[in-house]
């Protein structure tokens, strides 16, 4: 129905996701069969962004009409000027997402038409931050910290740094309940687009080509991993002002202030900042810095994750996986915004050194 009653999505693309080079560096020194994961990767989360966008912004996408809708699954409320709230959605697996770890993909019952069980749902998480793209590309970039801002995260290692866009990573996860620990081992790299913001991709490389892990650990599967950035002209601390601007006025009064007190403004911040909905953006309105990185008041964000927890558990049990990827990406947001305000953030001890290789 809704689908119906909104804006169809447009013939082409607004959202843009070419590279802003076509000899990226991401390729530097890196071997073909490794190419071809990253590029999955790439090709994968910009068929799943771009519709995911569609949806946000228009009401409707192609993966809806073509049965793989976005279900709203969770959100944290935030204040505008911390970025808003935090919408996470969970999509069904695309067919044929299942490569090459389809054995272990986790099932209800359920399985495809070639009788195969389904991939785990890819999980969406939706949200504005108030940093430009060069804060959210350093943040990102420190990948041996995520066990800093992710609490299920027990470490993370550069195993091998490709060159500077491209390296693969070693994680460890903590056990959890009846649950070992997990381990997972990645291949991770970024592009810069042409309208000056960021897509990150990660996904596992084939457990052929890495060690075992330890008998303590399973390993589980990143299918595929992203970060999109847009380029945002608003900015946070605007927003804030104008939803406190849009309380006082929807307040009742008979002329002695308000009749009712409002909730906090982080529980009735006005359709327009609780909603996400960004805008597309060319970037040519932005400033770039020396990496081409639009230099703009805040950033649109949407992080997207398919992982195969290889835990046996059906897939109605990744609902409570999308709920904890909401509280992920909260931390993550903080950490952006904290560690762009004060570089003494990263000062956490040298078991998380970035630059170190096994």
Known sequence: ?????????????????????????????????????????????????????????????????????????TSLSARPKHGGAIRVFTQPARPGSEGENAHRAAGDGSSSTSGRPTAPPVI??????????????????????????????????????????????????????????????????GRRLKNGGSLFVSASLPDAWVPPPAKHLVRSHQLFAAHYVLPRANDCAADDEEAKRRRKAD???????????????SRYAGAAYDAFAPEPCDG?????????????????MVSVAQ???????????YYFVARQF??????????????KDDERWWDFGADVEDDKED
């Not at 307040?251 to 403004?265: E, Q, V």
């Not at 909401?326 to 560690?339: D, H, I, L, P, T």
């Open 326 to 339: 909401a509280r992920v990406m909260r931390n993550f947001r903080r950490g952006v915004a904290a560690s």
């Open 307 to 317: 992982i195969d927890l290889n835990n046996g558990m059906p897939r109605w049990f």
């Open 1 to 73: 129905r809704r689908a119906m009653t909104s804006p169809a999505h447009p013939a082409a693309s607004p959202w843009e996701f070419a590279p802003l080079f076509e000899a990226e560096l991401w390729r530097e020194g890196v071997p073909e069969e490794k190419q071809a994961v990253v590029e999955r990767a790439f090709d994968t989360a910009t068929k799943g962004i771009s519709s995911f966008l569609d949806h946000a912004r228009f009401g409707s996408s192609r993966d809806a009409d073509e049965g793989l809708p976005f279900k709203a699954t």
């Open 284 to 300: 040519k309105a932005f400033p770039r810095d020396k990496f081409n990185a639009a230099e703009c008041p805040s950033t649109a």
């Open 124 to 189: 969406f998480g939706a949200y504005y931050v108030p940093g430009c793209v060069s804060d959210v590309d350093q943040f990102v970039g420190r990948n041996a910290a995520r066990s800093r801002w992710d609490p299920f995260c027990k470490s993370a290692q550069v195993k091998h740094r490709h060159n500077a866009a491209c390296v693969e990573v070693r994680q460890e996860f903590h056990p959890r309940l009846v649950f070992s620990g997990r381990e997972q081992w990645l291949i991770c790299a």
């Open 251 to 265: 307040a009742p009064s008979f002329g002695f202030g308000p009749l009712f007190p409002r909730p906090p403004i």
